[in-house]
């Protein structure tokens, strides 16, 4: 019985069933309990002898049984576990959701409002000609505003751009005026670095080539541009400035906001913040672009993403946006 109990117990994989083997075995009904009921039948020496084997035998099935019992539950977690795998060592940065950095914010949300007043995006490359930097832009290869950017250079001549201004050079050969362009991105410099000082930096630049285009439609634009990006009216100082390829040129300053006015160091100890070179488009700069300046005018603008970054959210050096640093990053979501 016990053998052909084990052999019936061992080869079954379900508890239920297994349960129905021991009522079959073990029960009232089963080989054994016939045979103990069966003992007042016997002789004394029968009965002890028959007995205790019974016994052995019933010790013996319940171990099997129970073995068996184990052995079918181990089975069933071990599948759950396979089935339900998860790798706790896994890094847990891999779950962090990442973000776009605080300058990229500032970029969509710029093109976001210029598209709104009719501006299309431009873009170019940040490994530029010549031409395109210089060239077209109304800075000779001997004028002295080369001067003025302190250019990083390829040995093959090219170079890195150093200002926004060559996406509008490239874009003159791609659309016809009338037109409202802005190109985004990031310019390079050579630079001495401090707090308001990188070798590379964002611009944002703006163009709008029209007839009857004049300095009022240039001011009315950076109004409509600082309320919209601080959304309170901010003071702004316009002095003139030199760029060659604006005439008029100006510098629009506007208060720190930082420090709101008091002197910071990101101003400088000023309360003014250099915010957007701009000025009326000189018609040298028309006419490399193939436009006719009998007809048309035109402004542009520069505008500082970076400074506008640091201001929203009082960076107080422009070295952290460059950092790669997530302690820094991670802070913007
Ligand atoms: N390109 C100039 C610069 O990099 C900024 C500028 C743009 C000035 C447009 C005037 C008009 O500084």
Not at 65 to 84: H, L, P, T, Y
Not at 205 to 231: P, R, Y
Not at 243 to 264: A, R, S, T, Y
Request: hydrophobic share 40%; charged share 25%.
């Amino acid at each position: 019985i016990v053998a052909e109990f084990t052999e019936k117990v061992n080869a079954e994989g379900d508890l239920q069933a297994l349960e129905q083997i021991k009522a079959a075995y073990m029960g009232k009904k089963g080989p054994l309990t016939g045979i103990l009921k069966n003992l007042r039948n016997l002789s004394p020496e029968e009965k002890s002898e028959v007995g205790q084997a019974a016994n052995k035998a019933k010790t013996a099935m319940q171990e099997v049984m129970e073995n068996r019992r184990q052995g079918i539950i181990r089975a069933q977690i071990d599948e759950k576990v396979a089935s339900e795998w998860v790798d706790f060592t896994l890094d847990e940065d891999a779950e962090k959701i990442g973000a776009l950095h605080p300058v990229s914010q500032m970029q969509y949300e710029i093109e976001d409002i210029f598209s709104g007043l009719g501006f299309t995006v431009q873009d170019g490359p940040h490994c530029e000609l010549d031409f395109y930097n210089f060239e077209a832009l109304n800075i000779p290869a001997d004028h002295p505003a080369r001067d003025m950017q302190d250019t990083f250079y390829f040995e093959n001549g090219a170079i890195l751009r150093t200002h926004t201004s060559a996406i509008q050079a490239r874009a003159m050969e791609r659309i016809k005026p009338p037109f409202k362009i802005i190109g985004p991105g990031k310019v390079f410099r050579v630079e001495r670095l401090d707090a308001s000082h990188e070798a590379a930096f964002h611009q944002l630049e703006g163009m709008v080539v029209d007839e009857d285009i004049s300095v009022a439609n240039l001011i009315h634009t950076m109004k409509t541009l600082l309320s919209e990006i601080f959304q309170k009216d901010i003071k702004v100082r316009l002095r003139p400035g030199y760029f060659p390829f604006v005439e008029p040129g100006f510098e629009l300053d506007i208060n720190c906001q930082i420090c709101n006015g008091k002197g910071c160091s990101v101003c400088k100890q000023t309360g003014w913040l250099e915010l957007m070179p701009c000025g009326m488009v000189h018609p040298n700069v028309l006419k490399a672009g193939g436009i006719d300046t009998e007809k048309f005018t035109g402004f542009a603008f520069g505008l500082g993403l970076d400074r506008l970054v640091m201001m929203r959210h009082k960076i107080e050096d422009i070295r952290h946006l460059h950092s790669g640093d997530l302690r820094f990053s991670s802070q913007f979501k």
